[in-house]
């Protein structure tokens, strides 16, 4: 959620139950308008909340030059003082933070064990030997930080054409976007997930017949597994305004106002991912 229209992003997102106390919405705009100014960011964004069980995790980040590649996460407490989110580069704690069963307490210094699947290794489709299951130890701030790259990978939305790609490759918002109108708002193929593309370019580029190199780079949310039930969406207030909201990360919700370039995602959830989802079709 930008900054910029930080309370009127809030109110659209009332809709679907997605609200903060009018405290709570002063004390963190607030704070990331000084945490911007700080740290000299050129854009800066409130991510969501992970609900803990003693205090919850207020999450925001800003960027410098490229805003896919720059993000600096942060987290608070208070909502007042923010701290910088560790960089998880270990899979194995990507690996414990989902299958860690207990939920978020609110302490970062907090340490848990966690027991890893088994490993096996397989030779001419025959299972020759198992590795026992590896315990690892983790720290809360850095299931945090990992939980929150996850989510933001596999659930963070952007319209179609509101992240321009410069010729030095470099991605920034696009100062020209002006919203998707009503034909492709309610058209899943016009949002993209907000993150680095992992699918080859020419993959991408060749899905439109109206391709644009500079903005159609990203991975779109028609392509997300499991297809068609990764997101749903509906239109709010006289369809102007679209919502999607992720049934795999429940919690996660995205907004776009019909002709304008105001949009955004949320994520107020408990960090948990929804493995039921093929089941509850």
């Known amino acids: 959620m930008n900054v910029e229209y930080f309370s009127e992003g809030l109110e659209c997102l009332m809709y679907c139950g997605r609200k903060l106390s009018p405290e709570q919405r002063i004390l963190i705009e607030n704070s990331l ?14 991510w969501g909340r ?4 003693k205090n919850d995790y207020y ?16 987290y608070s407490l208070d909502q007042y003082q ?5 960089f998880v580069q270990s899979p194995k704690i ?3 933070t989902i299958l860690a069963p207990d939920p978020f307490v609110g302490d970062p210094s907090l340490q848990t064990y966690v027991k890893l699947d088994p490993t096996f290794n397989i030779v001419d489709n025959q299972v020759v030997s198992i590795s026992r299951p590896e315990v690892i130890k983790l720290k809360e701030e850095e299931r945090l930080a990992a939980i929150v790259f996850i989510i933001s990978e596999e659930s963070a939305i952007c319209p179609r054409g509101a992240l321009y790609k410069m010729v030095d490759g470099r991605v920034i918002p696009n100062q020209m976007f002006r919203g998707l109108n009503d034909l492709q708002i309610d058209n899943l ?19 439109r017949s109206d391709y644009n190199y500079a903005i159609d780079f990203l991975d779109t949310i028609d392509g997300v597994i499991p ?6 969406l509906n239109m709010q207030r006289n369809e102007r305004i679209a919502i999607i909201k992720s049934c795999v990360w429940l919690g996660m919700t995205f907004f776009h106002k019909l002709n304008s370039r105001k949009h955004g995602f949320l994520y107020l959830g408990d960090g948990r991912k929804n ?3 093929l089941f509850m079709y």
């Open 33 to 46: 308008i000084v945490l911007l100014q700080e740290n000299r960011f050129s854009g800066m964004y409130f």
């Open 189 to 207: 193929s016009y949002y993209q997930l907000y993150r680095l593309p992992r699918n080859d370019l020419k993959t991408n580029l060749s899905k």
């Open 94 to 96: 990507f690996q414990a």
């Open 227 to 232: 297809l068609g039930q990764a997101f749903s």
């Open 82 to 86: 923010w701290q910088l989110l560790p």
């Open 59 to 74: 999450i925001a980040f800003g960027y410098t030059n490229d805003c896919l590649k720059d993000r600096k996460y942060f």
């Open 275 to 277: 493995f039921d989802l």
């Open 50 to 53: 992970i609900t803990a069980t």
